[in-house]
């Protein structure tokens, strides 16, 4: 039998169990709202929540987990499923009136595979008045066949007419040192590259051992190392071309997702109802758009860690740097810098995630964060004609 996909919220055991009571005592409520930090595997526990609600053989034993080993259960945990919808705000500083409207519209839907749909709204701390407001109806009495898991940073930035509609679920920080250790036992790691796979993912437990499972995503953070560590002998012609392979890279595994799309919908498309492949296709599009800004916030948060160990070192603190294996690059910039342009630096791709927010195309934002930290890092741009050689 396949593992329980609760087993996999890593660091939070009263979430798994609470959830697990939840399914096995058949208590599953129309609206829930997951409060945490970011990397807090609310995310996570939402699928494996939504799995063990559509798994077609029920709760399995008495702790309710779901069988893990069906269609269903697999087509959840790759994020597949037709009647499992995730959303992220659309609009630059939070959800749209008109995309909060599309998904009340989606809900008088009926399924198309299972018995339930779920919906997963995420950051519904960028939920405004407005949008909430048309929200509120559907959030308190939704189809029979719906179920809400909502997720937000803190209770306390969530309305509280949206927090008074659903059951909190509270998601607890978990300590850099004990997310640390709880990758060394689920990825077979070492402490030092756990910590350095936590810094490239945000905080995510649950992304970091994924991440050290990957060569594909090890070989984009060599990379993305590799182009910083040489940001002070690189010229403008240089920073174009490292802006532009690095873009290259941020959009390989969408070619990937994109073909795997096409594909599962051919194979099904003789099965579905036109509005059925509409509503896949929509979802695809969905995936899609969430896995750039995924590729995106991966590289900056690459970029930040190598400027923190930067900092370190600047601060005299060098047992503090978490990319040990770029370790001469970090030590070498430190010495040709300070502690204050290296924290201003910090600042040009807090602007670039910030850029990322408002749509700014992937080109342009790696183009302008790499030029503002060669130029903050370093006090000013090289000569043009002083061409570094590109790494290979």
């Known amino acids: 039998m396949a593992a329980d996909a609760f087993e996999n919220i890593l660091g939070q055991p009263k979430v798994r169990e609470f959830l697990r009571a939840t399914v096995s005592q058949d208590?599953?409520?129309?609206?829930?709202?997951?409060?945490?930090?970011?990397?807090?595997n609310k995310t996570l526990a939402a699928y494996a929540f939504a799995q063990a609600v559509l798994c077609p053989k029920g709760p399995?034993?008495?702790?309710?987990?779901?069988?893990?080993?069906?269609?269903?259960?697999?087509?959840?945990?790759?994020?597949?499923?037709?009647?499992?919808?995730y959303f992220a705000p659309e609009g630059a500083s939070g959800y749209l009136v008109e995309q909060i409207r599309d998904i009340v519209s989606d809900t008088s839907f009926a399924p198309i595979q299972a018995k339930k749909?779920?919906?997963?709204?995420?950051?519904?701390?960028?939920?405004?008045?407005?949008?909430?407001?048309?929200?509120?109806?559907?959030?308190?009495?939704?189809?029979?066949d719906v179920v809400l898991i909502l997720l937000g940073r803190t209770r306390e930035s969530v309305l509280p007419t949206i927090l008074s509609r659903c059951q909190v679920v509270p998601f607890r920080t978990i300590p850099a040192s004990e997310a640390a250790g709880i990758i060394v036992q689920n990825s077979g790691a070492s402490l030092e590259q756990a910590r350095m796979a936590l810094e490239a993912c945000n905080g995510s437990i649950t992304r970091a051992v994924e991440f050290l499972k990957s060569n594909e995503r090890l070989g984009f953070r060599r990379r993305v190392l590799e182009v910083v560590g040489c940001l002070g002998k690189a010229d403008d012609w240089d920073i174009i071309g490292f802006a532009s392979e690095l873009v290259v890279l941020v959009k390989a595994p969408l070619d990937v997702a994109r073909a795997e799309q096409?594909?599962?919908?051919?194979?099904?498309?003789?099965?579905?109802?036109?509005?059925?492949?509409?509503?896949?296709?929509?979802?695809?599009?969905?995936q899609l758009t969430a896995k750039t800004f995924e590729s995106l916030r991966h590289l900056t948060a690459v970029v930040r860690s190598w400027l923190r160990d930067v900092v370190a070192v600047c601060a005299e603190t060098p047992e503090l740097v978490i990319n040990v294996d770029v370790r001469d690059s970090v030590v070498e910039t430190a010495a040709v810098t300070d502690e204050a342009r290296a924290v201003a630096a910090l600042a040009c791709v807090r602007r670039c995630d910030e850029a990322i927010s408002y749509n700014v195309s992937p080109e342009t934002c790696i183009d302008a964060m790499l030029f503002e930290i060669r130029d903050t890092l370093y006090g000013r741009a090289p000569h043009a004609s002083g061409a570094a050689t590109r790494i290979r």
């Open 117 to 144: 749909k779920i919906y997963i709204l995420d950051r519904v701390d960028l939920l405004g008045v407005q949008a909430a407001n048309a929200f509120l109806k559907t959030l308190e009495e939704p189809p029979s």
């Open 60 to 85: 399995q034993g008495p702790r309710g987990g779901n069988c893990g080993a069906c269609d269903a259960c697999r087509r959840i945990m790759r994020k597949k499923h037709p009647d499992v919808r």
């Open 27 to 40: 208590k599953v409520s129309h609206a829930y709202l997951f409060t945490g930090p970011a990397g807090s």
């Open 262 to 286: 096409e594909q599962e919908l051919a194979e099904n498309a003789d099965f579905l109802a036109k509005s059925a492949i509409r509503q896949i296709e929509a979802r695809n599009k969905r």
